[in-house]
């Protein structure tokens, strides 16, 4: 079977699109990553206004937006609450651990025929953790100046909001271009959407059974372990994997004299993670996002090479927009179609919106420059 050359360069064509956007994302990942985390929260933002307007009809349109900021602020706030409340005593407790700890490390010793084990400190001595603290220092002054970055962005992003109909109606003059653009702009909405509410729902039903089983076994910070576990809930795979070896590590610690306390964690944390993600989560998930499970994982791993933490939080949102965006072009719907689960990558279940989100209005649609569509 012969292949036309036209076909072949253009294959070709696209590798090269493709390594050369992958090394520009890499390049241009600490101006892009903080901007990804901002329209990320102008996602969720604008969902936040909208199940406002959904769920309170008497809820005053206009301010439905600035409640739903004041709202992401309130949270924002709760979560640094918990941090801070609870992490202070994480840090006061490992010093006491310390002992514990040193029978912990004997114990396993014996187990594997090491006779003079090694204490804690001896462990920290040969890691010699002065090297790592520039890194460190390094690390939080990155984090501090991103957060500052994604703020600014995510303020000018809320303020051109009202601006985007009008940019669409200039970029598509013709209806069905525009059409086209605007069901491609709220299929990747939907997405983002989506992806959202279901791993926050799951992620909550994981870490407050979580926290009820570690307050039974009565573990030290049941509810940082908690909060832990909900926030590594967005990170697909590696945060189940998270959540299911620390605290039981832990449990090992706080518990020397017996290793029961932290087999049953164990066991019922995997419980817990197998059923949610094998019962609860397919039948959220359903056929709307349509990606490959190995994709997922494939998707965890570049972006996690690209754009580090951030890049796995964003990774299944940043595909699922890829994926749409793919499919829309003729050269390049063969990858979009690989990427999909059930080889039909155009996101026709991402029409219906998520769970909280405001149906659509029938008759509602752009029909001249003076009147086009808003929002985000």
Known sequence: MSISPSITGRNALVFLAVVAGGAALYWMRGILTPLALAVFLAVMIDSFARVLVQRAPRFPERLALPMAILL?????GAIVWVV???????????????????????KIAALVGIKVAPTIGD???????????????????????????VLIYLGFIVASRKGFGRKIVALFPHHAERDGAMQLFQRIRNGVEQYLWIQTVTGLMIAVAAWAVMMLVRLDNALFWAFLIFIAAYIPIL?????????PLFALVQFP???????????????????????????????????????????????????????????????????LI????????????????????????????????????????????QNPPEGT
């Open 72 to 76: 992401s602020i309130l949270m924002f």
């Open 239 to 247: 945060g189940g994997a998270i959540g299911c070896i620390l605290p």
């Open 326 to 369: 793919l499919a829309q072009f003729d050269g390049t719907r063969w990858i979009a179609i690989l990427l999909s689960e059930d080889g039909d990558p155009s996101g026709a279940g991402l029409d219906t919106p998520p769970p909280g989100a405001q149906p659509k209005k029938k008759g509602l649609r752009p029909t001249s420059r």
């Open 123 to 149: 462990l920290i001595d040969q890691l010699n953790p002065s090297r790592y603290a520039g890194a460190a220092a390094q690390s939080l002054q990155n984090f501090a100046s991103n957060a500052v970055l």
């Open 257 to 323: 004299e017996s290793f029961w306390p932290a087999l049953i964690l164990f066991v019922a944390l995997e419980v817990i993670y197998f059923v949610v993600g094998n019962v609860v989560l397919p039948r959220m998930q359903g056929d709307t996002l349509n990606m490959d499970p190995t994709v997922v994982l494939l998707s965890l791993a570049v972006w996690g090479a690209l754009w580090g933490v951030t890049g796995m939080f964003l990774s299944t949102p940043l595909t699922v927009a890829v994926m």
């Open 84 to 106: 801070t409340a609870n992490g202070a005593g994480f840090v006061v407790q490992m010093r006491e651990y310390a002992p514990r700890l040193n029978e912990v490390i004997a």
